[in-house]
C-alpha cells in the first residue's frame, strides 16, 4: 500500500524557536496533503490543506503566519510551527491522496509528536 | 469543524465480548472510513464503506452504513484485549482531493 512518512517522529524545542516537520509520500504523487492537529485524547482537527505549487488553505482560527505550509514538490510539504509556545504541544499528522486514484483511501503518515518547553 | 459524533465516547469490555460504536455525520457523504489509533501513535485504516454501499466485512469487524440517518457502526466481534485502541470515523464528502473529517471517536478498553 502507499505509504507517507513523517520526519521527526518526535522533536522537543524550547518557547521562542521554529520547528519544522516534513510530509513526503514515498510511493505515489499526492497533489494535495492534509496536515492534522491532535491534542490529548480528543480527535484530528484539520489545520490546512496543502496544494502543490500554491498557498495552502487554511482552516478557521489557524494562524497562517504561525504555521508555514510549503509544498515544493508533488512528493513533499512542510510544515513549519514558528515562535513556538508550550500550547503548540501537539500531536501533528499530515496526509495524502494519490493524485491517480481520485476518491478513495487517504494515507497517513505516523505522527510526529511536537513538545514545546 | 467536525463532522459528527461517536458513541460512546468510552467503552469497557470483556475478552470475548463484541463491542459496538456508533458514528453520526451532518451532511451528505462519498464514504466513510474507520481507523484504530492506539494511544500515542498514528493512524491504522481499518475500513472504507462507500455511500452506495450499506454493509462490509473484514475479518472480525463488520461496518453498516445509513444514509437515511447519517449514520455507520463499528462491530468488533470476539474482542481481545489488544482491540484497546481509540476508534475514528471519518467522512469524505466529496470524491477527489478533500481531506477527511474525523468524529470525536472512542475508546475501546478490552479487559483480559
Known amino acids: 500500500g502507499a505509504v507517507v512518512s513523517q520526519h521527526p517522529s518526535r522533536v522537543i524545542c524550547k518557547s521562542g524557536t521554529s520547528v519544522k516537520i516534513e510530509c513526503r509520500s514515498l510511493?505515489?504523487?499526492?497533489?494535495?496533503m492534509f496536515w492534522y492537529r491532535q491534542f490529548p485524547k480528543q480527535s484530528l482537527m484539520l489545520m490546512a490543506t496543502?496544494?502543490?505549487?500554491?498557498?495552502?488553505?487554511?482552516e478557521q482560527g489557524v494562524e497562517k503566519d504561525k504555521f508555514l505550509i510549503n509544498h515544493a514538490s508533488l512528493t513533499l510539504s512542510t510544515l513549519t510551527v514558528t515562535s513556538a509556545h508550550p500550547e503548540d504541544s501537539s500531536f501533528y499528522i499530515c496526509?495524502?491522496?494519490?493524485?491517480?486514484?481520485?476518491?478513495?483511501?487517504?494515507?497517513f503518515g505516523p505522527g510526529t509528536r511536537l513538545t514545546v518547553t | 469543524s467536525q463532522q459528527g459524533e461517536e458513541d460512546p465516547q468510552a467503552l469497557s469490555i470483556q475478552e470475548g465480548e463484541n463491542a459496538t460504536m456508533n458514528c453520526s455525520y451532518k451532511?451528505?457523504?462519498?464514504?466513510l472510513q474507520w481507523y484504530r489509533q492506539n494511544s500515542g501513535r498514528g493512524l491504522v485504516h481499518l475500513i472504507l464503506?462507500?455511500?452506495?454501499?450499506r454493509e462490509k466485512h473484514s475479518g472480525r469487524l463488520r461496518v453498516t452504513l445509513d444514509t437515511s440517518k447519517k449514520s455507520s457502526s463499528l462491530l468488533i466481534t470476539a474482542s481481545r484485549a489488544a482491540d484497546t485502541a481509540s476508534y475514528f470515523c471519518?467522512?469524505?464528502?466529496?470524491?477527489?482531493?478533500?481531506?477527511?473529517?474525523f468524529g470525536k471517536g472512542t475508546r475501546l478498553s478490552v479487559i483480559a
Open positions: 496526509s495524502a491522496r494519490d493524485r491517480e486514484q481520485g476518491a478513495g483511501e487517504q494515507y
Open positions: 464503506i462507500r455511500s452506495n454501499e
Open positions: 471519518a467522512t469524505d464528502v466529496h470524491s477527489g482531493n478533500t481531506p477527511l473529517v
Open positions: 451532511t451528505s457523504i462519498n464514504n
Open positions: 496543502s496544494n502543490e505549487g500554491s498557498k495552502a488553505t487554511y
Open positions: 510511493d505515489f504523487q499526492a497533489t494535495t
